[in-house]
């Protein structure tokens, strides 16, 4: 079975612009995060989805948006682009059990430079 | 003061080591703790898995879970070269919509 799949692989950018990264999760599974991962640091929650609806959000600026679609890939948006934006971006998707609290599985990431 | 803290590393041990690494976090509410390997440019993999205090073991991997005292560790035991990675914990609260990771320690294993 396949795991999550990102795209692109690779993104440059220049500040100011906008990108849009993309995410398929595993087969089954409902639920999408996303992720940022500064160079040296751990993940940092952006938003996570479920059914189409946003579930969480963490503390990000409305710069930041997400959507999922009906088949449960999803889009993360991210405009006006500043240097502090370079990160390696991670979607996760889990099955979302009724206990609510459910394991993420990763995928290979994006990585965003912004010049 | 992070909700969770690991000491960045870096760690470099021979080949057949034992080793361990460890994570502090203050939320009382966490009551779901991973561990993830990451290798250099891809997304984390998922280790370990464990909700309660107490071990898990998964070959030559072992989760502890110290709740009272807010500690968990990662125990590898046969250390390979493979096994140099970085290696992230995480921990999430019933309901929780998110995970909150630790800085991750960055492991090599020296053939």
């Known amino acids: 079975d396949a795991g999550v799949t990102q795209s692109p692989t690779h993104l440059i950018k220049t500040r100011g612009q906008h990108v849009t990264l993309r995410c398929s999760p595993i087969?089954?599974?409902?639920?999408v995060s996303w992720y940022q991962q500064v160079l040296g640091q751990g993940p940092q929650f952006i938003f996570q989805y479920y059914e189409k609806e946003e579930r969480g959000r963490g503390n990000f600026p409305d710069r930041f948006s997400a959507r999922q679609f009906p088949n449960y890939s999803s889009e993360l948006n991210v405009n006006a682009l500043l240097l502090g934006d370079s990160a390696l971006y991670l979607c996760?998707?889990?099955?979302?059990?009724?206990?609510?609290?459910?394991?993420?599985?990763f995928g290979p990431g994006t990585r965003l430079t912004v010049l | 003061q992070k909700e969770v803290e690991q000491d960045p590393g870096p760690l470099s041990v021979p080949e057949g080591a034992i080793v361990s690494l460890n994570c502090t976090y203050s939320n009382s509410a966490f009551q779901y703790f991973m561990w993830y390997r990451q290798y250099s440019r891809k997304g984390p993999e998922l280790l370990m898995y464990?909700?309660?205090?107490g071990n898990k073991e998964d070959g030559r991997f072992t989760a502890q879970v110290d709740k009272s005292s807010k500690y968990i560790s990662l125990f590898i035991r046969d250390s390979q070269p493979s096994d140099s990675a970085t290696y992230l914990c995480a921990m999430s609260s019933q309901g929780a919509q998110k995970l909150v990771f630790g800085q991750g320690t960055r492991l090599t294993i020296n053939p």
């Open positions: 464990t909700y309660s205090s």
């Open positions: 996760a998707s889990s099955l979302l059990t009724a206990g609510g609290t459910d394991t993420q599985y």
């Open positions: 087969s089954g599974h409902k639920s």
